[in-house]
Structures are given as C-alpha cells and as structure tokens.
Nanobody, 126 residues
Framework: QVQLVDAGGGLVQAGGSLRLSCAAS????????MGWFRQAPGKEREFVAG???????YYVDSVKGRFTISRDNAKNTVYLQMNSLKPEDTAVYYC????????????????????WGQGTQVTVSS
C-alpha cells in the first residue's frame, strides 16, 4: 500500500522559513510527478507548487520567488522550502503523487493525483 508521509510544519513568525518534506513508500515508483497543495480554514484546497517527473517546476503566483520545490528520486521524497513566510501562507499543507507517462508535465488539479499525504500544519504569525 502506498503511503505519503509529509512533515516539517510548525509555527513561525512572518519572514521566517520552513522546509516541508514528503516521503513516499510502499512500492517502487518509476515515473511520477508530485505536488504540494494547501488548505486554509474555510477555503478550498489549492495548488501551491508542482514538480514533473523530469524535474520541471511550477508555482502559483503567490509563492513564486519565496517557495522552492525539489525532489530526491533515490529517496522518493519531495521537499518544499518556504522562505519569507507570510500570515496568508497559514494552512494545512498536503503533498500528492501522480504516477505519470508524460515526463515534463506538471499537474495542477486535485483530481489528477493518485495519492495524498495526511497534511502538516503551517502557521505564520504576524
């Protein structure tokens, strides 16, 4: 059974940094894309950043220049480095994995992903 375990959330002051991680286990993944989503209280879950199987990345405008997504294929792990955090970044962050065929494609929709982590809370105080 596939499991995604995301971790690294916490409480940080505005302007601070956090690094989230998401480790996939349960089987061997040969070709997959991963994404980070977030859900703030009372809002829908939204796409934040994605990384294609080939390493191409994409970010939502609100985090460009502040967040960096990366992956370690040997460890089946994806990271989200979050710098210059703002109170509006406060949310539960979820990682997601999609087994893919297209090497350079990044997937933006929730329904496109096959597996999800349990979520990790990020709280940014002003």
């Amino acid at each position: 059974q596939v499991q995604l375990v995301d971790a690294g959330g916490g409480l940080v002051q505005a302007g601070g940094s956090l690094r989230l991680s998401c480790a996939a286990s349960g089987r061997t993944f040969n070709n997959y894309a991963m994404g980070w989503f977030r859900q703030a209280p009372g809002k829908e879950r939204e796409f934040v950043a994605g990384i294609a199987s080939g390493g191409r990345t994409y970010y939502v405008d609100s985090v460009k220049g502040r967040f960096t997504i990366s992956r370690d294929n040997a460890k089946n792990t994806v990271y989200l480095q979050m710098n210059s955090l703002k109170p509006e970044d406060t949310a539960v962050y979820y990682c997601a994995l999609k087994e893919v065929v297209y090497y350079y494609t990044i997937y933006l929709g929730l329904k496109e992903y096959d597996y999800w982590g349990q979520g990790t809370q990020v709280t940014v105080s002003s």
